[in-house]
């Protein structure tokens, strides 16, 4: 890996591109063409934060953003991987595939995906892998679920493997949670495995049932514009956790499995039984969040797209000022961008540094960028420009 946590900009760059590249360096690797390419999408939170863990809702959407891997069978139970963000491959036999931990780095994402498929009971063919991605790693766009989707959508494919698109979501998590050792929800590999374009997917994190609602940005005339922060993650990892164990202890004194079973009606009477001003406001997000969530799904399924946008700035304020999540140079993206005429911006993904999105009219995308970069130039920040990326 060149730097993993601190890739260079993305390259969205013409459709195809990043499929070309798979395939040429496969060809130029192995020597031959490979004998498909298949491949997953990033994706971004429109709303629903810290939701995941306490049972409730989300709502992500695929960008036109790609990790693709070509691919071919190889015999004698061998795995063969290169990425074009590495200088060299990584390689694995049966043995490194029957226990998890055994590949680290970031093999142990293909390798993962190699076992759990064997744990499930399928036969995976051994296979040589090129693997080329436009999404950002690190940034929140989940370049590994990214990754996880392609290489299970090839394997799956070139060992004739049955397994349905609803069961894959489930058997990507595996490979991440208990093989690379990452303790992700189901939100990611749901949505680079099952959204569909022009829609996003309404997902209920306690039944997993799905729902795809439209989202039609092109159709409307708006966009959504995707701005990665560059803000380094500070404490990330123990915040999160910290915040975690707020929501499990407040559900147990609230007396409910999850808080997800907190119902907005009721949020009154359950923050009157807590003592604790802070834990007060960790339930206060997470309540009215998937309030949110099940309103934006309402406004969506309306056609009502651009009515969102007060949504969307509601929650980035809920986690700026009760979960805590937000650092100045998001804040300052998302204020300048509604000041520039977002219909409504807020953080996505976990906090502290990642991306922040806007809901603007389609052509409002430069106005709005220009009205950002001003705002972190103002206060120092670096400049967030190069990894800007415009989405229907
Ligand atoms: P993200 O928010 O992008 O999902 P993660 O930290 O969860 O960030 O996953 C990033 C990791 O996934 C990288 O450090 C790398 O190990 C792996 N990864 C993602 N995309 C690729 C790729 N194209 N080639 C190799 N490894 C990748
Ligand atoms: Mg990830």
Redesign the pocket.
Known sequence: ?TD??RPGPARPGPAGEVTDRAAAGFLHRYGEPPAGRWAAPGRANLIGEHTDYNDGFVLPFTLPLR?VVAAAPQDGGRWTVW????DSPVEFGVAEVTAPGRVT??GA?VAGVVWALRDAGHHVPGARLA?A?D?????????????EGAVLAALVDLGGVDLPAERRPRLAQRAENAYVG?PTGIM?QSAVIRCRPGHALFLDCRTESVEHIPFDLAAAGLAVLVIDSRAPHRHAGGEYASRRTSCEQAAELLGVAALRDVPAAGLDEALARLDDDETRRRVRHVVTEDQRVLDTVELLRAGRIRDIGPLLTASHASMRDDFEITVPEIDTAVEAALSAGAYGARMTGGGFGGCVLALIDADRADAVTAAITTAYAARNFPTPTPTFHRLP
């Open positions: 890996m993993p946590a990790t990425s074009e963000l590495s780095g970031w994402y693997i991605s999404v950002p790693v690190g940034s929140g766009l989940s370049s590994s679920a990214a990754l990452v990611d």
